[in-house]
């Protein structure tokens, strides 16, 4: 939690008292940082085997002719990385598999970007096939002009390409009593990324007008389930999107296409997909048509009403339970990789520790830093064959930091399903083994 959100009520304020400075994290840094070795002398040296046939035999993909260039018009990925894709449980799924959850192999990614094929994908109705000719958008209510767009109508104002992700609120909700899931798809795979193209919501809010008593949006999906939600005009008028692309091309049909919200770093049940509607009110919607429906229980048995942002946040992606290092010899160097975010703006740092969170080194963050954005960050070391607790802790520029599961549940108990953001902790065994366990408490 950031636990300093301005919605949160008294009980949410210790951790932020709580916030550690940056000094005190490297205090205590010497046991690892000689481990952040240049990138130098990485192969041990290997002999080369004259009899490899690997490298003497002609392989039988260079014997014959390969595929004709117009086999797989739209291209699918190497048959070799057919593990790589959304997996499901029964352990999260809201009853069937119209109600349910895909999650992203976050563990298999490169870079910050979800190939499409493999964006999370959870629906309350199923996914919706809406043809693009019949497509409509609405916006009525508090407004000085209601409309009816087509997708061309909204196509005709200037677009904006943006990295951002969506984030379930529910992702790691197993994990709030004890390790439940082996296994970080499972975990944190209820997110994902991509470069979304679309037009703000401001450029069209300020050319059709908002009455100045506008302060609430709904916003209805065509689907079975609607997904209505409620977003104050604050977003809307803020980063909020209207998007009909994803990574270059049109939405994929789980994802919304053809147009979809986007509220950059808010809950992902906000993202209403398959939009049809935005209606505009000057109080919010009442009893069985209130429509911001995650609330966050407290220790104090009292709810926190509204919580927009998703934390900050971070995991380990490299290794994990899915990703060992069992393949690696005593020495060798290697790259220690995660994924590092935040709703409410940009990560500045991330710390790693190798003791369940007695000694923390600063980790790098690598390619883009973007707001509300996934930040990739790596740290190389050398794998000495002894057991390690491999924990990432991430910081943002609103000075959140990442919590530990005391400070997490002393606040908000484990009552909770949504907004689960402590420290994530591998236990690396001393074969290269890894395991999701819980370490309560780590140090400054
Ligand atoms: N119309 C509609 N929009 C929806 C949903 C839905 O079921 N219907 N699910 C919401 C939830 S709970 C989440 S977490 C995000 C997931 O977005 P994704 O499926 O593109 O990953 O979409 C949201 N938007
Ligand atoms: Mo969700």
């Not at 949160?8 to 952040?36: H, P």
């Not at 809307?236 to 053809?258: C, I, K, S, T």
């Not at 923390?360 to 830093?369: I, P």
């Not at 390690?388 to 909770?416: C, F, H, K, M, Y």
């Amino acid at each position: 939690m950031t636990k300093s959100s301005k919605n949160s009520e008294k009980s949410l304020e210790t951790i932020s008292e709580k916030k550690l400075s940056r000094r005190d994290f490297f205090r205590k840094t010497a046991v690892y940082s000689a481990g952040a070795i240049a990138a130098a002398n990485v192969l041990s040296p290997v002999k080369l085997r004259a009899d490899d046939p690997a490298i003497i035999e002609e392989a039988q993909w260079g014997t014959k002719l390969g595929d004709m260039v117009t086999k797989n018009l739209y291209g699918i990925p190497s048959p070799y990385e057919h593990n790589v894709i959304r997996r499901t449980t029964d352990l999260l799924s809201s009853g069937d598999a119209y109600a349910s959850v895909s999650m992203c192999p976050i563990h298999e990614l490169q870079g910050i970007v979800t190939p499409n094929g493999l964006f999370f994908t959870r629906n309350h109705g199923g996914t919706a096939h809406v043809d693009p000719h019949e497509f409509r958008l609405m916006i009525h209510g508090k407004v000085k002009k209601e409309v009816v767009l087509t997708l061309d109508d909204l196509k005709k104002y200037p677009s904006e390409s943006r990295i951002y992700f969506i984030e379930c609120p529910a992702n790691g909700s197993t994990g709030w009593r004890g390790p439940q899931f082996n296994n970080l798809q499972f975990m944190k795979g209820m997110m994902s990324s991509a470069e979304w193209t679309g037009v703000m919501l401001k450029t069209v809010l300020e050319d059709i007008g908002l009455e100045d008593d506008a302060v609430w949006m709904l916003a209805v999906g065509s689907d079975n389930a609607g997904n209505p939600r409620t977003i104050p005009v604050e977003k809307a008028m803020d980063d909020a999107m209207l998007v009909w692309a994803q990574n270059g091309e049109a939405l994929r049909p789980e994802q919304g296409y053809p147009l979809r919200l986007l509220v950059p770093g808010w809950e992902g049940n906000l993202n209403t997909k398959w939009l049809k509607r935005l209606e505009f009110s000057d109080k919010p919607w009442h009893a069985k048509e209130e429509t911001s429906k995650y609330t966050m229980l407290q220790k104090s048995g009292k709810a926190i009403r509204y919580f927009w942002a998703n934390e900050v946040n971070s995991v380990i992606t490299s290794p994990c339970p899915e990703k060992p290092w069992t393949h690696l010899k005593k020495g060798d160097m290697i790259e220690i990789e995660g994924l590092a975010w935040s709703g409410h703006g940009t990560i500045t740092n991330v710390d790693i520790s190798f003791d369940g969170g007695d000694n923390w080194v600063e980790a790098n963050l690598k390619g883009l830093v973007l707001p509300k954005s996934w930040t990739r960050f790596s740290y190389i070391t050398r794998w000495e064959g002894k057991p390690l607790l491999l924990s990432s802790r991430a910081i943002d520029d609103t000075g959140n930091v990442q919590p530990t599961i005391d400070q997490e549940t002393s606040a908000v108990g484990v009552e909770s399903i949504y907004h689960r953001n402590a420290i994530v902790t591998w236990e690396v065994k001393s074969n290269g083994e890894v395991n999701n366990v819980h370490i309560r408490k780590h140090n400054a």
